[in-house]
T-cell receptor, first 110, second 116 residues
């Protein structure tokens, strides 16, 4: 089946620093989403980005579907950015099943 | 803004008992999903549901699990006889229709199930 690999697995930043999280996938996808899991366990939608580039405040994401990767950029990080970031992909247009990566655990220190 | 809701937020049960987890998907969405996340692990797909029937299920979704849309708004996951290894966070999600433009999946806040 499709493999979804995220890197790095763990990341520690000082507040104000920038970071790039990567998601590689092994097959063509119809959908790609980025989520932030907060300390309460909730999955917060960040981006729906099967291709192209999107920006939302300090966050932006780029998916290069032909090369099978997506990047999530966090600029001027804040302590509230801490948590786990998941990439998830859908390879089927019939059911929309999302396959999640293992996540990147981000800790932003004050 | 419309959102997916789930109840209860936390359920504690004894091994062997039946549990029903409830979800209210976003009202104009047609596809519904259940996922689970064992503590410290990634989120795993359980089942997708469309037009009152299961469209796809994973190997995890064995005969102990069932899903139902009992009315026009609720979507439920039943575990018939819980095991210790069923302890996890269970997420409900919904989307408009796979394959359509802007078919983003939205997740509920989750139900944390603890089996003792």
């Amino acid at each position: 089946g499709i493999q979804v690999e995220q890197s790095p697995p763990d990341l520690i930043l000082q507040e104000g620093a920038n970071s790039t999280l990567r998601c590689n996938f092994s097959d063509s996808v119809n959908n790609l989403q980025w989520f932030h899991q907060n300390p309460w366990g909730q999955l917060i939608n960040l981006f729906y980005i099967p291709s192209g580039t999107k920006q939302n405040g300090r966050l932006s994401a780029t998916t290069v579907a032909t090369e099978r990767y997506s990047l999530l950029y966090i600029s001027s990080s804040q302590t509230t950015d801490s948590g786990v970031y998941f990439c998830a992909v859908d390879i089927s247009s019939n059911t929309g099943k999302l396959i999640f990566g293992q996540g990147t655990t981000l800790q932003v220190k004050p | 803004e419309p959102e997916v809701t789930q109840t209860p937020s936390h359920q504690v049960t004894q091994m062997g008992q039946e549990v029903i987890l409830r979800c209210v998907p976003i009202s104009n969405h047609l596809y519904f999903y259940w996922y689970r996340q064992i503590l410290g692990q990634k989120v795993e797909f359980l089942v997708s549901f469309y037009n009152n029937e299961i469209s796809e299920k994973s190997e995890i979704f064995d005969d102990q699990f069932s899903v139902e849309r009992p009315d026009g708004s609720n979507f439920t996951l039943k575990i018939r006889s819980t095991k210790l290894e069923d302890s996890a966070m269970y997420f409900c999600a919904s989307s408009i229709l796979p394959g359509q433009p802007n078919n983003e999946q939205f997740f509920g806040p989750g139900t944390r199930l603890t089996v003792l």
